[in-house]
């Protein structure tokens, strides 16, 4: 865990100004794990740890929950899943990656063994249910963080969208 | 191992808002609790202190706390960034050291200070979940609806856990939210983040609890029935949501387990479930049955003050021996998103 980026001026008579921001402006390190992870988000690339049960986890686990060892396997992982449980949010919060109502989920993606949890671009709640299929939104400026998936859709709604 | 024992409790009446400051806070309740155990300050031999600076938004704002406990001639001190009953939980170890015969335990939190189902996002994993702003109630709403879906809990078991806690607060002169509701009325309200409605969530609040423990004949000579910790544990749970059990806990199990909360008959159980489904999770989780009376405060539900709701129920749980209408309870505190961290505290009188 590093310091905030604060920006500092010098003024006149030689002293340092720098603006107060009443918050933790923590910027965090990720490891050799996360760093590959998130990496492959910019590149529109979902992949996971395989842990020593054989199991895939996304996000990918750093350390095997079993065993507690590094996990160093990878395996990739569709951009597509299944709704596993969800909820809804009528008003969106600041750092939500959608600014309209919207449903969070935990979302099995094909081929991972343990579950993601992300925003989901539904419209209205009425058209929800756990068990629907989802595809991930990728965002328009990649950041190199889980933001990178804007968001999640349901599939049938997602079919000859631009994604 | 030394027995230990509550011997007295104070609690601040909760509060929506404050305008009072942390010290300001806990002088009346550490004063309190002095009086109520009549003990000196001077004889108190540890203090241990549960307290969160993202509550306040500065870093080791629990310094000031020792203001109002008066640090000259110096006292022996410590800090968790925690709810006020895994202070307790230090203090009992220090008791279990031999150093210290007594320890003044207090836990306390201006939820009001902020958003705080935003402050509480900031415990989420801070890599691939945090950066998301999930806030409380949208993550303890995926549990609820998991629970639902898969039959361990029903819509109106929740109302009858929402129906019965505000009903047990209207004599809890701390409680921040009662009254009397009927099934129905509950069951109709609108979801506030489906599917979980507004009392089926915590009353977030501004609180403080204290409380004093003492070591074998010093507990006697204090308190007429001192409450006796038979059994104290802490398990905690992976952080991440994404490869946890939605519809059990078994850090609980565990924990209940450890403590030896099944190996005799619980006449009351205070516990710190902030969530009607998560009651009877909790419930199921400790093997509690029909003769244990849950949460006769009103629970977190009515009361959730942040840092110390968890050192209330212990302070509860303990009150019911000491007036002598109970011989063995159950404390429990919880911490973390779908009580990822269980605390469980079995007391007997004597």
């Known amino acids: 865990m590093s310091g905030g980026t604060t920006e500092y001026t010098i003024v006149e008579d030689g002293s340092f100004t720098a603006p107060l921001e009443l918050s933790y402006p923590y910027k965090r390190t990720v490891g050799p794990v996360l760093s590959r992870f998130l990496t492959g988000l910019r590149d529109h690339r979902i992949e996971g740890t395989v842990g020593s049960d ?21 395996a990739p992982v569709a951009s597509t899943g299944t709704i596993v449980t969800w909820s809804w949010q009528p008003s969106p919060v600041e750092g939500n990656t959608l600014q309209h109502p919207f449903a969070w989920a935990l979302i099995a993606l094909d081929g991972a063994d343990t579950n993601l949890l992300h925003a989901i671009d539904a419209g209205s709640p009425e058209v929800l249910s756990t068990g629907m299929r989802v595809q991930a939104r990728w965002a328009a400026e990649p950041s190199g963080s889980i933001s990178d998936i804007e968001c999640f859709e349901l599939a049938e709604r997602a079919t000859g969208a631009a994604s | 191992m030394r027995d230990v024992a509550i011997i007295a409790s104070a609690q601040a009446i909760n509060a929506a808002t404050t305008t009072a400051t942390p010290v300001e806070m806990l002088i009346p309740v550490v004063n309190q609790v002095l009086e109520n155990a009549g003990i000196a300050r001077a004889d108190i031999g540890f203090w241990c202190h549960g307290s969160c600076d993202y509550m306040t938004g500065q870093p080791f704002s629990f310094v000031s706390a020792v203001d109002a406990l008066g640090a000259w001639p110096p006292i022996i001190e410590s800090h968790v960034e925690a709810d006020g009953a895994f202070a ?231 009150a019911r021996i000491m007036n002598g209408s109970a011989d063995r309870t159950l404390g429990h505190a919880s911490s973390g998103p779908w009580m990822q961290q269980n605390l469980v505290c079995v007391l007997e009188g004597e």
């Open chain 1, 54 to 74: 054989g199991r895939v986890h996304v996000p990918p686990a750093e350390f095997d929950p079993v065993t507690g060892a590094a996990l160093t396997e990878w």
């Open chain 2, 88 to 318: 307790l939980y230090e203090a009992w170890i220090k008791i279990q050291t031999g150093e210290v015969d007594t320890a003044l335990v207090f836990g306390n939190g201006r939820s009001s200070s902020g958003d705080i189902n935003r402050i509480l996002t900031l415990q989420l994993d801070p890599y691939v979940v945090g950066p998301l702003w999930p806030d409380d109630r949208s993550i303890a709403a995926l549990q609820a609806r998991a629970c639902l879906e898969s039959g361990v809990v029903t819509e109106r078991a929740m109302a009858e856990v929402a129906m019965r806690n505000h009903h047990n607060a209207i004599s809890n002169p701390y409680a921040l939210r009662r009254g009397d509701h009927t099934i129905d009325e509950l069951m109709a309200a609108a979801r506030v983040a489906d599917p979980l409605r507004e009392l089926d969530c915590p009353a977030h609040a501004d609180g403080v609890t204290a409380v004093i423990i003492a070591a074998g004949d010093r507990a006697r000579s204090l308190a007429k029935r001192p409450a006796w910790i038979r059994g104290i544990d802490h398990r905690i749970e992976s952080q991440n949501l994404g490869n946890r059990s939605m519809t059990t806990l078994p850090s609980a199990a565990a924990a209940a387990h450890k403590a030896g909360v099944g190996s005799d008959k619980i006449d009351v159980a205070e516990l710190h479930a902030p969530y009607t489904h998560q009651e009877l999770l909790l419930t199921s989780a400790l093997g509690l049955g029909e003769s244990t009376s849950i949460n006769p405060s009103g629970g977190a539900l009515c009361a959730n003050p942040m840092m110390s709701a968890g050192l209330a129920r212990f302070a509860e749980a303990a």
